[in-house]
């Protein structure tokens, strides 16, 4: 059973460009989640999402983050026109629908990198 | 809101020594807590879990338990080993939260041979 998939690893992109991140869950995970590190610190929870739907976005920035899961393929974090700050580790994590404290699986992680 | 505070590292210890990480938390309801184990360049693998009060999480040694009256989770092995060499992570999930995970601010951890 593959475990959390994202892609790609590492990415850079220069001020102003855009940023796609892709997360596909693991097999029979409907839930999804993002979250970003930033140098030398913890996670910081973004967005949840299931099929279609955005369940908490509590944590996304207001302006130029993004994040869907359409109901055939991966779930993306897109940041549009990206800044030197957006520069971290973004990780995308899944969970089956057996409740509110069914264990999140982690994926390897996407490093964005601003130029 | 709910927040978690770890040990302050970097932690350094010979092979086979005892590894004590401190970690304690605050929550408004009744959270699920986890401790999660990032290797160098790697994603975060959940270590051990404990879901109400005097529960005991067990993996590979590590070992947690959940001390409500002092709000801890703290992370203890009896002989590390350097494969342990990581970043550790504590984190809650409340149950008055739509299941986002609150993670401290991490630990690395070094052992040397």
């Known amino acids: 059973n593959a475990g959390v998939m994202q892609n790609p690893r590492h990415l850079v992109r220069r001020r102003g460009q855009e940023a796609r991140l892709r997360c596909s869950p693991m097999k029979g995970h409907s839930h999804v989640y993002w979250y970003r590190q930033l140098p030398e610190e913890g996670l910081k929870f973004m967005v949840y999402?299931?099929?279609?739907?955005?369940?908490?976005e509590s944590g996304m920035p207001k302006e130029r983050f993004s994040a869907e899961f359409p109901k055939e393929g991966p779930s993306i974090l897109r940041i549009q026109q990206v800044v030197r700050g957006d520069s971290a580790a973004y990780f995308c994590?899944?969970?089956?629908?057996?409740?509110?404290?069914?264990?999140?699986?982690f994926g390897p992680g996407t490093r964005l990198l601003v130029l | 809101g709910d927040s978690v505070t770890q040990m302050e590292g970097p932690v350094t210890l010979s092979e086979e020594a005892f590894l004590t990480i401190n970690c304690t938390y605050t929550a408004t309801g009744y959270p699920s807590l986890f401790w999660y184990v990032q290797y160098p360049g790697e994603g975060l693998q959940l270590l051990l879990k404990?879901?109400?009060?005097?529960d005991k999480g067990s993996n590979k040694g590590f070992e947690a338990t959940y001390r409500k009256e002092t709000t801890s989770f703290h992370l203890e092995k009896g002989s590390v080993q350097v494969s342990d060499s990581a970043v550790y992570f504590c984190a809650l999930s409340d149950s008055g939260s739509a299941r986002q995970l609150t993670f401290g601010s991490g630990t690395q951890l070094t052992v040397l041979p």
């Open positions: 404990a879901t109400k009060a005097d």
């Open positions: 999402l299931q099929k279609e739907n955005i369940i908490d």
């Open positions: 994590a899944s969970s089956t629908d057996r409740g509110l404290q069914e264990t999140q699986y």
